[in-house]
């Protein structure tokens, strides 16, 4: 193996670990050591078994060496479930080696001799040390330790090998010796909010090359490991600032909302549709899709309370061939359980499926699902890089956000510091009118464009939303509360009479009294 020149230690290794290199800028620098802390059961083994078989999978070498951890045979019979291990390349293309009877009988010396041995037998550029902690523990003094890190980084450098080393301890800020002698430093643990539990890892030192800092979310399933990193930060290099703002309308499946909004929704625009339960909102939602699915552009639906065969329920009693148009790729569905949603995680599966189906128009029902995800207050920057993305691949989007009450005396938005992401905002709500509830809508806000500034009434009916004429001359339907004012078609509303006292009756008196 040929010494390294000085371009390739700087060359990209890439760990094979989804969303890992994105928080480490592209990957780990060749011929440098790394190490991975955390507690038992953080995912430590799954991590850097998964780092070997990516290399076999490239047509390079792995040894993987233990130090008084798990025998070999138990860690190959866990990891043979997870779906990056390939039976074929143990012992050819990853070997499996014991170390503890070299640092047991020579200590640190014995340890070094085979690493060296191992790595130029099977011409390696990948070495992993589990169980560290170990090796520590055989050092006659913290500075024969140092001395151990030092020999062993200097001669690595010098064969062009890649080395993780897997060490347990909690993740509490303790700068242990071996800390400052590595060249990168990845903490996998446990954040509790209880009932929840979320697995974050943290890259506190990488030397180098830049790095996404804080906590990211990671997971741990039948692929092996994958990390979310943070969407504010993950996602900021999608962002085009120098995006081009399209004037071409989307349409909204209705005449009337169309002219209320100058024309429809501006192409790549984000819109909040705001309301009360059973107000329309996901019908305006389904009805925005179906007229993108009836141009032939890529719609998507994205849900957390209705499942994909009620959507199609709904959407055959309201007249959209629903069912036809996901056979045929024009409509997707991608559907949400609330319960144990992760923030990141629903941010990384909907822009991935955006960008890979070429989705042109997306439906959002329910802001209250990201809400019930998010462990802390980020929803504002969160879904301001979240619009900022769509828009730059022109996507236009639809949200749905639910009022608090179905009959309130002030109209605002449940989430806070949100209204400025988004470029439209349209109010629907319910007011009783005539000893009837009336379907009111309105535009609240679009951003550089003209609307209607009148209150039209709505009829749900085939097709979706019916949007008719105006209101004129009435106050307070905004707040449900109707005083005077004139429907097309309607006569004068009467405010209604003061409320009086019933009198009460006297009781009769007791005869002989």
Same mark, same amino acid.
């Given at each position: 193996?040929?010494?390294?020149?000085?371009?390739?230690?700087?060359?990209?290794?890439?760990?094979?670990?989804?969303?890992?290199?994105?928080?480490?800028?592209?990957?780990?620098?060749?011929?440098?050591?790394?190490?991975?802390?955390?507690?038992?059961?953080?995912?430590?083994?799954?991590?850097?078994?998964?780092?070997?078989?990516?290399?076999?999978?490239?047509?390079?070498?792995?040894?993987?060496?233990?130090?008084?951890?798990?025998?070999?045979?138990?860690?190959?019979?866990?990891?043979?479930?997870?779906?990056?291990?390939?039976?074929?390349?143990?012992?050819?293309?990853?070997?499996?080696?014991?170390?503890?009877?070299?640092?047991?009988?020579?200590?640190?010396?014995?340890?070094?001799?085979?690493?060296?041995?191992?790595?130029?037998?099977?011409?390696?550029?990948?070495?992993?040390?589990?169980?560290?902690?170990?090796?520590?523990?055989?050092?006659?003094?913290?500075?024969?330790?140092?001395?151990?890190?030092?020999?062993?980084?200097?001669?690595?450098?010098?064969?062009?090998?890649?080395?993780?080393?897997?060490?347990?301890?909690?993740?509490? /800020?303790?700068? @242990?010796? %071996?800390? $400052?002698?590595?060249? &990168?430093?990845? #903490?996998?643990?446990?954040?509790?909010?209880?009932?929840?539990?979320?697995?974050?890892?943290?890259?506190?030192?990488?030397?180098?090359?830049?790095?996404?800092?804080?906590?990211?979310?990671?997971?741990?399933?039948?692929?092996?490991?994958?990390?979310?990193?943070?969407?504010?930060?993950?996602?900021?290099?999608?962002?085009?600032?120098?995006?081009?703002?399209?004037?071409?309308?989307?349409?909204?499946?209705?005449?009337?909302?169309?002219?209320?909004?100058?024309?429809?929704?501006?192409?790549?625009?984000?819109?909040?549709?705001?309301?009360?339960?059973?107000?329309?909102?996901?019908?305006?939602?389904?009805?925005?899709?179906?007229? /993108?699915?009836? @141009?032939? %552009?890529? $719609?998507?639906?994205? &849900?957390?309370? #209705?499942?994909?065969?009620?959507?199609?329920?709904?959407?055959?009693?309201?007249?959209?061939?629903?069912?036809?148009?996901?056979?045929?790729?024009?409509?997707?569905?991608?559907?949400?359980?609330?319960?144990?949603?992760?923030?990141?995680?629903?941010?990384?599966?909907?822009?991935?499926?955006?960008?890979?189906?070429?989705?042109?128009?997306?439906?959002?029902?329910?802001?209250?699902?990201?809400?019930?995800?998010?462990?802390?207050?980020?929803?504002?920057?969160?879904?301001?890089?979240?619009?900022?993305?769509?828009?730059?691949?022109?996507?236009?989007?639809?949200?749905?956000?639910?009022?608090?009450?179905?009959?309130?005396?002030?109209?605002?938005?449940?989430?806070?510091?949100?209204?400025?992401?988004?470029?439209?905002?349209?109010?629907?709500?319910?007011?009783?009118?005539?000893?009837?509830?009336?379907?009111?809508?309105?535009?609240?806000?679009?951003?550089?464009?003209?609307?209607?500034?009148?209150?039209?009434?709505?009829?749900?009916?085939?097709?979706?939303?019916?949007?008719?004429?105006?209101?004129?001359?009435?106050?307070?339907?905004?707040?449900?509360?109707?005083?005077?004012?004139?429907?097309?078609?309607?006569?004068?509303?009467?405010?209604?009479?003061?409320?009086?006292?019933?009198?009460?009756?006297?009781?009769?008196?007791?005869?002989?009294?």
């Amino acid at each position: 193996m040929s010494p390294p020149t000085p371009e390739t230690l700087a060359e990209r290794i890439p760990t094979g670990i989804p969303g890992m290199d994105t928080l480490l800028g592209g990957g780990l620098l060749r011929a440098g050591i790394y190490m991975v802390t955390g507690r038992p059961g953080a995912g430590k083994t799954i991590f850097a078994n998964q780092f070997c078989f990516h290399h076999a999978s490239r047509g390079t070498n792995a040894v993987y060496v233990t130090l008084l951890a798990e025998t070999h045979g138990r860690m190959l019979n866990q990891l043979q479930s997870l779906a990056f291990f390939r039976r074929e390349y143990v012992g050819s293309k990853v070997r499996y080696l014991s170390g503890f009877s070299d640092i047991e009988s020579d200590g640190l010396a014995g340890l070094m001799r085979t690493l060296r041995q191992a790595v130029r037998d099977d011409k390696a550029s990948v070495l992993v040390i589990d169980g560290m902690v170990t090796a520590a523990s055989y050092a006659k003094s913290e500075v024969d330790y140092k001395k151990f890190i030092h020999e062993l980084q200097t001669w690595v450098a010098m064969m062009g090998c890649t080395v993780l080393i897997l060490t347990s301890g909690p993740n509490d /800020g303790t700068v @242990r010796p %071996e800390h $400052t002698m590595v060249d &990168g430093l990845v #903490e996998l643990g446990v954040r509790h909010l209880p009932p929840r539990s979320s697995r974050v890892v943290r890259i506190t030192k990488f030397r180098g090359s830049g790095f996404l800092e804080g906590d990211h979310l990671y997971q741990i399933s039948g692929s092996g490991l994958s990390v979310y990193p943070r969407c504010e930060v993950a996602f900021q290099s999608w962002v085009d600032p120098l995006h081009v703002v399209s004037a071409e309308r989307a349409g909204l499946g209705n005449p009337g909302l169309d002219r209320m909004l100058g024309g429809g929704l501006r192409r790549g625009s984000t819109a909040l549709a705001l309301g009360s339960s059973g107000c329309g909102k996901t019908v305006l939602g389904m009805q925005f899709l179906a007229e /993108g699915a009836r @141009r032939g %552009e890529k $719609t998507l639906h994205f &849900g957390f309370f #209705e499942t994909p065969a009620a959507l199609i329920f709904k959407g055959e009693q309201l007249g959209w061939p629903l069912r036809a148009w996901l056979e045929s790729g024009h409509q997707h569905i991608l559907w949400q359980s609330p319960a144990e949603g992760q923030l990141d995680l629903l941010a990384h599966r909907l822009l991935t499926a955006v960008r890979d189906l070429g989705i042109q128009r997306l439906f959002i029902d329910g802001l209250v699902g990201f809400k019930e995800a998010a462990e802390s207050e980020r929803m504002s920057g969160y879904l301001a890089v979240l619009g900022e993305v769509l828009t730059g691949m022109n996507v236009t989007t639809l949200i749905t956000e639910e009022t608090r009450q179905l009959f309130v005396d002030d109209v605002h938005i449940p989430t806070g510091g949100v209204s400025a992401a988004f470029h439209n905002i349209l109010f629907l709500r319910q007011v009783e009118l005539d000893a009837k509830l009336r379907r009111l809508i309105s535009v609240m806000k679009t951003r550089d464009s003209i609307h209607a500034r009148d209150l039209f009434e709505f009829e749900i009916a085939q097709g979706g939303l019916d949007v008719g004429a105006a209101f004129s001359g009435g106050n307070n339907l905004m707040k449900g509360e109707p005083r005077g004012g004139t429907t097309s078609g309607q006569p004068q509303v009467p405010p209604p009479a003061p409320r009086r006292k019933p009198k009460l009756l006297a009781r009769p008196r007791k005869s002989g009294k």
